[in-house]
């Protein structure tokens, strides 16, 4: 929260020169002469002052943390007023995409809102510390000091301050740079490591402009990431937690995980990629995604192999059969390993009352096999839009054609169309008929080579369903025989049953 220093001045600049020349020089007093000066002074000020000052500390409270508001407002100066300020400091955050330009140390800038004038001072305090083995150590403290007239002071605690935390973290998500992330396991959760999370900047070229489907449930999906987008309103409204639930499903090579990133891409998100078995139980699960920011997608690929999300674990079934005691033991081990994230935990995890803890988040799942999933786990509420993501069908096929060969005509398209309305080609495998493999070949060799893989695909599934239709017809056949015999032979016993 706030760091709130009230005191009042004769005028803000004398207090807060004051301040500033105390900050800088303070560290060269003895320290218990030190917090009697200011004690003493602070309350003199107090008597005398019309104005109001409010510190806001780099660090938290707990000295651990580094304070969100802090950034908030470094953002929000450096945008709107920080150019005005005669020295800047240019900040390279790994966060960032850009240089940070911030006001440099004991600077000050003035800010108008509302027809009311404030001033904002960056400050450094520097304390020294000296260790166990005396060695000295230094530490930089910096605060931003807001100050204005107390006349105004209902005004800017009320309406101000929320102002530019609110713009200046809005900035911050602009500037940010978008992350991957994926969970560590927990024997290395430890704040000097890399937490729960580890990242890598997110720099996937995928969008909506480049990824083959038909145009219309595409236009459906951007509308509906839009809606969501802008609907904090509306979800507080109706009293639901703003977040929305993907199921995309389909065969490989479908652009499961391409759309993914073009989602990302398309809101500005950062990813979240959960992989359920190295999370060790609900528990473990549930701090995961306490620890996930807001505007965010968190994404379980492959949902159906991450983990026996039945209920019933695996193991029950083979626990029954006899085993010897080594190789219960050695399983034992193995159990232990094994994640024991259930269903429910997992069904807690995104949609209970934890799921509510951060706003506006995405979460994706993805299958081949969506007849594998428990109808818990894919029920609207929870996943709310299901998207199947299919063969490559002409629409489809245009989309690729142009990233890959730059054409929007051709003169196989006809033909193009028709074969791959009768046979059934992931986007992914048409994708590489159509990438050149060298530069001399072209958009004209690419689509013949398109052309002659479609039919080859077309004949080898000819041949398969031909084989699948002579084999049910064995099968059938054979059932017959065994009907016939059987009838026989129930034939022959009534007709002996019958002679004795
Ligand atoms: N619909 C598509 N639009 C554009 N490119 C695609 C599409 N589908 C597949 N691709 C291409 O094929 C490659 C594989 O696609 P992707 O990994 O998205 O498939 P997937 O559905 O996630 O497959 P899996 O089920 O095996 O995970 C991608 O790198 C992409 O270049
Ligand atoms: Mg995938």
């Not at 489907?213 to 236009?219: I, L, N, V």
């Not at 429910?344 to 799921?355: A, E, F, M, V, Y």
């Not at 999933?373 to 489809?396: N, Q, T, V, W």
Request: glycine content about 4%; proline content about 2%; aromatic content about 8%.
């Amino acid at each position: 929260m706030l760091e709130t220093v009230a005191i009042w001045g004769i005028t803000g600049k004398t207090v807060t020169s004051i301040i500033l020349i105390w900050a800088m020089y303070s560290q060269y007093i003895p320290r218990h002469v030190r917090s009697h000066v200011e004690r003493y002074a602070y309350k003199l000020l107090g008597w005398i002052s019309f104005h109001v000052h409010i510190k806001f500390t780099e660090y938290t409270e707990e000295g651990l943390k580094r304070s969100e508001n802090y950034d908030a407002i470094r953002n929000y100066l450096s945008t709107n007023t920080a150019a005005r300020a005669q020295r800047l400091k240019a900040n390279e955050s790994k966060n960032s995409k850009s240089v940070v330009l911030s006001m440099d140390d004991h600077e000050e800038v003035e800010d108008v809102f509302h027809g009311v004038k404030v001033k904002w001072y960056s400050n450094v305090k520097v304390t020294e510390t000296q260790s166990n083995y005396g060695r000295n150590n230094t530490y930089e403290r910096r605060f931003f000091t807001l100050t204005f007239h107390r006349r105004h002071r209902g005004m800017i605690l009320e309406s101000y301050i929320n102002h530019v935390l609110r713009e200046g973290k809005a900035i911050g998500v602009r500037n940010r740079e978008r992350k991957l992330y994926t969970n560590n396991s927990s024997s290395e959760w430890y704040p000097w490591m890399s937490g729960k999370w580890s990242n890598v900047p997110f720099h996937h070229p995928a969008t909506f402009e480049t990824l083959a489907m038909d145009p219309e449930k595409k236009e459906g999906i951007k509308k509906d990431l839009v809606k969501f987008s802008k609907g904090k309103d509306y979800y507080k409204k109706v009293g639901k937690a703003w977040k929305r639930g993907y199921l995309l499903f389909g065969p490989p090579g479908t652009g499961k995980s391409t759309m993914i990133s073009a989602i990302a891409n398309f809101l500005d998100y950062d990813v979240y990629d959960l992989e359920l078995t190295t999370v060790k139980d609900n528990s473990e699960l549930k701090k995961l995604l306490l620890d996930t920011k807001s505007k965010s997608i968190v994404v379980i690929e492959d949902i159906d192999c991450s983990l026996d999300l039945t209920g019933q674990r695996k193991t029950k079934k083979e626990e029954d059969e006899e085993e010897d005691k080594e190789k219960k033991k050695e399983k034992k081990k193995e159990d232990e390993k094994k994640s024991k994230v259930t269903l429910s935990g997992l069904l807690n995890s995104i949609d209970g009352l934890w799921s509510a803890c951060s706003d506006e988040k995405i979460v994706i799942f993805t299958t081949n096999f969506v007849d594998k999933l428990d109808p818990a786990l894919i029920r609207r509420g929870r996943m709310d839009k299901h998207i199947e993501m299919s063969y490559c069908r002409f629409e489809a096929f245009k989309v690729l054609a142009k990233n890959y060969l730059e054409i929007e005509s051709h003169e196989l398209y006809g033909e193009i169309e028709r074969l791959l309305e009768e046979t059934d080609m992931s986007p992914a495998d048409v994708a590489e008929s159509l990438m050149p493999k060298s530069d001399e070949e072209d958009a004209d060799v690419c689509i013949k080579r398109l052309v002659k893989t479609v039919e080859e695909e077309k004949e080898k599934a000819r041949k398969l369903a031909e084989e699948a239709e002579k084999e049910e017809k064995r099968k059938k056949k054979k059932e017959e025989e065994a009907e016939k015999k059987k009838k026989v032979e129930n034939g022959d016993l009534s007709e002996n049953n019958g002679t004795n």
